[in-house]
């Protein structure tokens, strides 16, 4: 039986678990559901053969051995119209009216349905470029950029989970400069990461110091130094940690499927580079779960059993492409004709841990690679083995397949196998993040990253509205605390906070020689690092043949990275403040807090230009211990009752979230960003996209005026942020409310809640 603690248990409880509409838990436990993820994989074998996969893939997942993408195990076996695919990245998009909105159109289709997407507009003219037979200039990609942006807040308004794209331009387009730039505005594109296709001859061109034109359609718009360009690029991602880097040519000389399909984008976070209509379906092995002795001299990893994980791991992925629905037929077509699938690790800080290996050096690079070309090997076998079963992948052609780069690193046995046979997957590895998945996993360390703590304490609020301490510890630490009681920790606990970022990069290179996509990771800086060195991570991670390159530093636009608190074990204790939700810690709430008798607020008259008469909301709070006031409830009244059900609606929910305690600023932030299809209206000399959107800001005026928020006046647009004692270290997570909102392996991802943009 699978064992987790509490903190995993509610993770599972909330994106994992199967329940009915109404609630009511389907799954009992988790090993019901990796019993309904394993019987829905299962689906795709012959009808006599399923009973015996069925145990098999549950087994594979027993004690997180395997771990399917998030994806995966929240919907195989549901009765729901989804995807088990995470992300997409979309197609290619032509360079008139129609072709766009029809992309766009397809964008939102998909998102719907929960797939995060990526899209190159390079393929857009640039700004100022004329537009034949109508006479006018094109206004440039990333005008249509903002019109995807406020797709996906639309479409995130109407959804539980943030959407999450990608952006990538080429490095000779004529607008990257304005591209470069686009997230130093604060507000602009904040549902985009943004990546700039860094193509072999423009790092050939920076490191000669050369020229470099910038060219659409035949024509050079503009000449300037290439290490200009480069600098404005590391400038700009030393400021807002954005754009990010991709090798776009290595990712396209190094593809097994080279000789069928180009590549100009990848997934939002990164670690697929993906062609038109591709989908990446990812999991993960979990080396911490599987090495065997920790901690003694010869702790490691049975390559025996680790094989055998694997190719169960890989049938199970290949099956859930039979059984997987798709947002668009031509992602169907396209993930159907190649079979790629992206297998992985999770777990590699633990699993070097117990193995005496400091993350970073080159005894663990030599490891962690080691490990990866196992995982690599076995996929690839495996896969044959499939091919042998069921037949290769419909585009497979051995003579070119053969001949591409990885697969000319195999061993000439597995290449002879290929031939004979052919393979059923045209790609296996890619290495995701996995951080909800890692912190369901018992707090396994994420995807390739170091762990990021050893020992912190969340706080979670209790049914009966009391709020205990709970000390939630990474299993290498549990396991050596139970082994060897009383005695410190070795050298090789280390953390992500005590790492160079040298150390990060040769573990991103070592462990890339041996996966087929690419890798999802982020190399923490710390904020007093110089420019030149910071810039100099970038060209060591292309000298040593990474496929990209992501970078986080602490800046004025994006916050700073959560330190974790670490405190001495405590034994569960209630808090008499049932309002105030510390940072970084985790705040399960089971019921919302109870109302005072009597509540002071402010009522607030907003006209609306369509209607004939006014909207009066009301706006109540309670008072904490410490005297600040918070927002509690809101109510709106009119005489037009035609907004009546749907404000009804809104004010309930609100006033939900509102007694959920925490920061409520997204609640703001998604109101202003509704639009109205049939167009906003004009007030106070400011345009307003919709009656939502004025809602919102009635909200925000009343935040402000309370004192619980204030307009950021660091430059950033006025941003809002929550007023605190502690400061405002980090953005909210748009779940929970809790300025935790971290950025690692290429993803935003909550550290109290879990809440991941990237699934």
């Not at 109508?134 to 539980?160: E, H, K, N, Q, Y």
């Not at 659409?216 to 954005?242: H, N, S």
Request: net charge negative; hydrophobic share 40%; charged share 20%.
């Amino acid at each position: 039986m699978t064992r987790i603690g509490p903190v995993s248990t509610r993770i599972w409880d909330m994106k994992y678990r199967l329940k009915q509409p109404d609630g009511t838990p389907v799954d009992q436990s988790v090993d019901d559901t990796f019993a309904r993820v394993a019987l829905a994989a299962a689906q795709a074998e012959k009808p006599h053969d399923r009973s015996f996969w069925t145990d098999r893939f549950q087994a594979a997942m027993d004690d997180f051995k395997f771990l399917p993408a998030g994806r995966i195990i929240a919907g195989a076996g549901v009765d729901r119209r989804v995807t088990l695919f995470n992300c997409f990245v979309m197609g290619t998009i032509p360079d008139d009216m129609s072709g766009i909105f029809e992309n766009l159109r397809e964008a939102a289709m998909t998102m719907q349905a929960g797939g995060g997407i990526g899209y190159d507009f390079s393929t857009l003219r640039p700004r100022g470029a004329l537009v034949r037979g109508v006479g006018a200039d094109a206004s440039g990609p990333l005008t249509f950029m903002d019109v995807w942006d406020t797709m996906c807040r639309a479409i995130m308004s109407a959804g539980s989970r943030r959407g999450a794209m990608m952006a990538t331009m080429r490095a000779d387009h004529p607008d990257i400069e304005a591209f470069i730039e686009a997230k130093g505005d604060a507000k602009r594109l904040r549902m985009f990461n943004l990546s700039v296709l860094a193509t072999d001859p423009f790092m050939a061109a920076v490191k000669a110091d050369a020229p470099w034109d910038l060219t659409f359609g035949g024509l050079v718009y503009k000449t300037l130094p290439a290490r200009d360009l480069w600098d404005k690029i590391m400038r700009a991602t030393y400021d807002y940690a954005e754009p990010g880097v991709i090798f776009i040519d290595r990712i396209n000389q190094r593809n097994n499927l080279y000789y069928c399909e180009s590549i100009a984008a990848t997934n939002p976070c990164g670690e697929q580079p993906l062609p038109p209509y591709g989908a990446c379906l990812l999991g993960s092995i979990n080396l911490a779960a599987i090495v065997e002795r920790p901690f003694g001299a010869d702790a490691g990893i049975n390559t025996a059993r680790l094989e055998d994980l694997v190719a169960t791991a890989v049938r199970l992925m290949d099956n859930v492409i039979d059984v997987s629905r798709f947002p668009l037929e031509a992602q169907a077509a396209e993930a159907r004709a190649k079979r790629r699938i992206g297998l992985g690790l999770t777990g590699l800080g633990d699993a070097l841990i117990y193995c005496g290996l400091v993350y970073g050096s080159a005894q663990a690079a030599q490891q962690a690679s080691a490990w990866m070309a196992a995982i690599e090997r076995a996929a690839y076998g495996a896969s044959v083995e499939l091919a042998r079963e069921k037949g290769a992948f419909p585009l497979f052609d051995a003579k070119p397949y053969l001949a591409g780069q990885t697969i000319a690193g195999l061993d000439a046995d597995l290449r002879a196998r290929i031939e004979q046979h052919g393979i059923r997957n045209g790609l296996l590895t890619s290495i995701a993040p996995t951080g909800t998945i890692s912190l369901f996993a018992d707090n396994v360390s994420s995807g390739i990253e170091p762990v990021f703590a050893f020992d912190v304490t969340r706080k979670v609020l209790m049914p009966d509205g009391s709020r205990a301490e709970e000390r939630v510890l990474d299993p290498a630490l549990k396991r050596w605390e139970e082994m060897f009681p009383g005695q410190p920790p070795g050298a090789a606990f280390v953390t992500a906070q005590t790492l160079s970022p040298a150390d990060h990069v040769a573990m991103q290179a070592a462990v890339q020689k041996h996966v087929d996509s690419s890798i999802s990771k982020t190399i923490n800086m710390p904020a007093d690092i110089s420019f030149a060195d910071f810039a100099a991570v970038y060209m060591d991670a292309y000298e040593q043949g990474c496929k990209g390159c992501t970078t986080y530093r602490p800046n004025d636009i994006t916050g700073s990275v959560l330190q974790p608190t670490v405190q001495a074990p405590a034994s569960p204790v209630a808090s008499p403040d049932p309002y105030l939700a510390p940072m970084g810690e985790v705040v399960h709430l089971t019921q919302p807090l109870a109302r005072p008798n009597t509540l002071p607020g402010q009522t607030y008259k907003l006209r609306w230009p369509e209607s004939d008469h006014a909207l009066y909301i009301t706006i109540n709070d309670v008072i904490e211990p410490s005297g600040r006031r918070r927002p509690f409830e809101i109510f709106v009244n009119s005489k037009n009752m035609e907004h009546y059900a749907w404000t009804l609606a809104l004010t309930r929910m609100i006033s939900a979230v509102f007694r959920r305690g925490g920061d409520v600023s997204f609640v703001v932030e998604e109101l202003k960003a509704v639009f109205d299809p049939r167009g906003g209206q004009w007030m106070d000399g400011r345009y307003v996209p919709s009656l939502l959107a004025a809602i919102g800001g009635v909200i925000e005026e009343h935040l402000r005026a309370i004192g619980f928020m204030t307009a950021d006046s660091g430059g950033q647009g006025g941003r809002l942020v929550v007023v605190s004692d502690q400061g405002t270290m980090m953005k909210a997570c748009p779940r929970c409310g809790e300025r935790a909102l971290d950025r690692a392996e290429g993803c935003e991802t909550c550290q109290s809640c879990a809440y991941s943009k990237c699934g």
